[in-house]
C-alpha cells in the first residue's frame, strides 16, 4: 500500500495503513520533511493502522531532530495509534498526552 | 385239580396280584416323581417300593451323599456299573443279617448321579428287580428335572446378580458423556462382556479415557477404584500424581496396569492432553492433517509415575481429538491380520469428525473385536465463527491479517486491535527474519480474547526467547515483540515438522505498572 501524505508548511498529513510494507518510504518522507527549518508536526488522525516498523522510522525521525535541538510532535492519532504508542509508551515522547 | 395245581395258581394268583399292586404303585409313582423337591422325597418313594417288594431295607445316594438310614457296610460299596444283585453272603453286611438263616442279599441299581440299594431278602425275583429297575429310571428322569430346575434358579441369580453389576459398572463409566463447554463429543463404548477395562469419566473441565489390562469383573473392579480416585484427583493441579498415588499399590498387587489420556478442555479451545500409555491421541485439523500425541510416560502399575510431558494444544472450530482404544487396532480378520494404526490413522484423515465413529464400526464388519472397544470424539464447536488465512513471504499482502480478523470479530471486539497488531508483528517477524515464505493463520474469537495459530516455514525461531526491551525506551528495534507480549495472555511456540508454530491468546492489553520515560 502506498504512503499517501500531504504537507502544509511545518505540518505533515499521513493518511493510510503504516506498516512495514511501507515504512522505508516514510523514512524518506520524514527525512525529507525535516530537511525544512523547525520541529516537525505529524497527523495521524486518518491512520487505520500502525505497527511497529513505522513506529520504528517515526523513532528515527525524532532522534535525528533532537540531535539539532528540534522535535517531532503527534498532533492528532486515530485510535490505533494511540493503541501503538500506548503499548509501547511513547505517546508523551511524541507531544501527545493522556493517551486513554 | 391237584394240590400242586392248587399251590400253582395261588402262586400265581400271588404273583398276579404283586403285579397289580407294582402297577397301582407305578402308576402313582409317575405323578409323584415328576413334583419331586428333593432328595428326602425321592428316598420316601424308594422305601415305599422296599415295603412293596417285602425288604425292610433301603438306602438311596445321590450326588455322593446317602440319604435315610444307611448302615456302615454299604457306605463302604461302591457305585455298581449296572443293576446288579449281590446274592446272600456274597458281602458283608453286619447285624442283623449275620446268622446263616438271615443271609440277606442286596439289590445295587445305579442312577446316573448315584445308586440305589435294597436288602433283607434272601432274594430278589425278576419281577421284583424290574419294577426297582423301573423306579431307578423315574428316579433319574425326577433327579435330573431337580438338578436343572435348582441350576436355573442358581443362574437366574446370578444373571440378576451380573445385571445389577452391569448397572453399577455403567454408572461408573457412562456410555454418555455430558459434551463439555463449546465441544462436541461422541462416544461409543462398547465392553467385550457385561463388563469392560476401558473407561472414561469427567469431572469438571477433566475429561479422562483409559484402559485397564483385562477385561470383564476384575479389570471392572479396578475400574470403579479409579473412578472414585479421579473424582478427588481431578480437583488438584496435579491430577496424575495423585491417581498414580492412589493406585499403584493396588495396580501393583493385582498385576494389572492401566494406559489413560487426561484432558483438560477449556471452552475456549485450549487442550491439555496427557498420555499415559494410552494409543497416540489423533489431533485432526479441521483441513483433515493429522498431528498424533504420543503416549510421554508408561502405563500406570509398571512403573512409578515420574514425569508426564503435557501437550498444549489449541483446538480451532472443527478441529477434534479422536480416541480410541486397542480394541480398535487390535481386532483381527478371519486371516488374523490384525485392523492396524495405520489404517486407523487414514480413517481419521479421510472421514470428519462426525462421521469417525459410524466408519469404523462400519469397517469393522470384517473383524472381530474381542477386546473391548472405545472410541471418543472431541470436537471443538465448528459452528464458532473461524478463519483460516494463507499468506506468502510478500508483506502488501499485510492488510489481509486485519480484513481475516474482522470476518470473526465486531468491529468494537475488544481483542480486534491487539490482535491485529501482533499478528501482523509476528508475521513481518517470520518473513522478514526467519525468511518464511508460507504462512498460515487460524484465528477465532473465545470470549473477549482471540485465539491464533500462527505456522510459518521459516528457521527455526523461538520469538519468546527474545528480550524484548521496556516500553518508553527510545530506540528502532524491539517493539514488535515488546507489542506481542504485552497482548499476549499465552503464548506457546513449537517446532513442529520443520514449521514454526506459535499459539496465541490475545487480548486488549493489560495497563502497564510502570511510569513512562520521558
New interface residues.
Given amino acids: 500500500?502506498p504512503l499517501t501524505y500531504t504537507r502544509t508548511g511545518p505540518g505533515l498529513t499521513l493518511s493510510g495503513?503504516l506498516?512495514?510494507?511501507n515504512a522505508r518510504d516514510l523514512r524518506e518522507v520524514l527525512t525529507e520533511h525535516a530537511a525544512q527549518p523547525g520541529d516537525l508536526t505529524v497527523n495521524l488522525a486518518d491512520v487505520p493502522?500502525i505497527?511497529?516498523?513505522a513506529?520504528?522510522a517515526l523513532?528515527?525521525a525524532?532522534?535525528d531532530l533532537r540531535r539539532s535541538g528540534r522535535t517531532l510532535r503527534i498532533t492528532q492519532a486515530s485510535?490505533?495509534v494511540r493503541?501503538?504508542l500506548?503499548?509501547?509508551?511513547?505517546?508523551?515522547?511524541f507531544g501527545l498526552e493522556d493517551l486513554? | 385239580m391237584t394240590l400242586t395245581d392248587d399251590a400253582a395258581v395261588t402262586e400265581l394268583l400271588e404273583q398276579v396280584a404283586d403285579l397289580s399292586d407294582h402297577l397301582v404303585f407305578l402308576q402313582r409313582l409317575i405323578p409323584q416323581a415328576l413334583a419331586l423337591t428333593d432328595e428326602a422325597q425321592a428316598t420316601a418313594l424308594v422305601r415305599e417300593a422296599a415295603a412293596l417288594i417285602s425288604t425292610p431295607g433301603a438306602a438311596l445316594q445321590v450326588g455322593g451323599v446317602w440319604h435315610g438310614d444307611t448302615p456302615g457296610w454299604l457306605r463302604a460299596l461302591e457305585r455298581p456299573a449296572a443293576p446288579v444283585v449281590l446274592p446272600r453272603g456274597s458281602v458283608h453286611t453286619g447285624a442283623p443279617y449275620t446268622a446263616a438263616w438271615r443271609l440277606t442279599a442286596v439289590l445295587a441299581v445305579p442312577l446316573e448321579d448315584g445308586w440305589l440299594a435294597l436288602w433283607g431278602k434272601r432274594e430278589f425275583m425278576a419281577v421284583e428287580r424290574n419294577l426297582i429297575g423301573t423306579l431307578a429310571q423315574l428316579l433319574d428322569a425326577a433327579l435330573r428335572a431337580l438338578r436343572q430346575r435348582r441350576e436355573a434358579v442358581q443362574y437366574e441369580m446370578q444373571a440378576r446378580d451380573r445385571q445389577r453389576a452391569h448397572a453399577v459398572w455403567r454408572a461408573v463409566t457412562p456410555a454418555q458423556l455430558r459434551p463439555p463447554e463449546g465441544y462436541h463429543l461422541t462416544l461409543r463404548s462398547q465392553p467385550a462382556s457385561d463388563f469392560g477395562g476401558d473407561f472414561q469419566f469427567q469431572e469438571g473441565e477433566w475429561l479422562v479415557v483409559g484402559d485397564v489390562s483385562g477385561k470383564g469383573l476384575p479389570a471392572a473392579i479396578i475400574t470403579a477404584m479409579f473412578a472414585s480416585a479421579f473424582t478427588v484427583a481431578a480437583r488438584s493441579s496435579d491430577l496424575l500424581s495423585k491417581l498414580s498415588e492412589a493406585l499403584y499399590g493396588h495396580l501393583e498387587q493385582s498385576g494389572k496396569f492401566c494406559t489413560l489420556v487426561a484432558l483438560q478442555l477449556r471452552p475456549n479451545g485450549q487442550v491439555r492432553v496427557m498420555n499415559v500409555g494410552h494409543p497416540p491421541v489423533l489431533l485432526r485439523r479441521a483441513d483433515g492433517t493429522l498431528k498424533e500425541i504420543r503416549a510421554s510416560a508408561p502405563p500406570l502399575g509398571t512403573f512409578p509415575l515420574e514425569h508426564v510431558t503435557e501437550e498444549l494444544v489449541v483446538l480451532h472450530p472443527g478441529d477434534a481429538l479422536l480416541l480410541y482404544s486397542d480394541g480398535l487396532f487390535e481386532a483381527e480378520d478371519a486371516r488374523g491380520v490384525p485392523f492396524g494404526l495405520d489404517r486407523t490413522r487414514r480413517l481419521a484423515a479421510e472421514s470428519g469428525p462426525e462421521t469417525f465413529i459410524e466408519r469404523a464400526v462400519s469397517a469393522l464388519t470384517p473383524y472381530t473385536v474381542t477386546d473391548d472397544l472405545t472410541l471418543l470424539v472431541l470436537q471443538r464447536d465448528p459452528a464458532v465463527p473461524s478463519v483460516q488465512l494463507h499468506l506468502t513471504g510478500d508483506l502488501a499482502r499485510l492488510p489481509e491479517i486485519g480484513a481475516a480478523l474482522r470476518t470473526v470479530l465486531a468491529e468494537e471486539h475488544p481483542a480486534l486491535m491487539a490482535a491485529e497488531l501482533a499478528l501482523t508483528e509476528l508475521v513481518v517477524n517470520a518473513v522478514r527474519h526467519g525468511q518464511a515464505r508460507h504462512l498460515t493463520l487460524r484465528v477465532h474469537q473465545a470470549g473477549a480474547e482471540v485465539l491464533a495459530t500462527l505456522t510459518d516455514d521459516g528457521q527455526a525461531f523461538d520469538p519468546r526467547q527474545v528480550a524484548a526491551g521496556t516500553a518508553g525506551e527510545l530506540r528502532e528495534h524491539g517493539y514488535g515483540l515488546l507489542i506481542v507480549q504485552r497482548c499476549a495472555r499465552e503464548w506457546q511456540y513449537a517446532r513442529v515438522n520443520h514449521l514454526n508454530r506459535q499459539t496465541l491468546s490475545l487480548g486488549a492489553p493489560a495497563p502497564l505498572s510502570s511510569s513512562p520515560c520521558p
Wanted: aromatic share 4%; glycine share 4%; charged share 25%.
Fill in positions: 500500500m495503513r506498516d512495514a510494507q493502522f505497527d511497529s516498523s513506529l520504528a523513532v528515527s525524532l532522534k485510535a490505533p493503541e501503538l500506548s503499548l509501547t509508551m511513547l505517546g508523551r515522547v486513554r
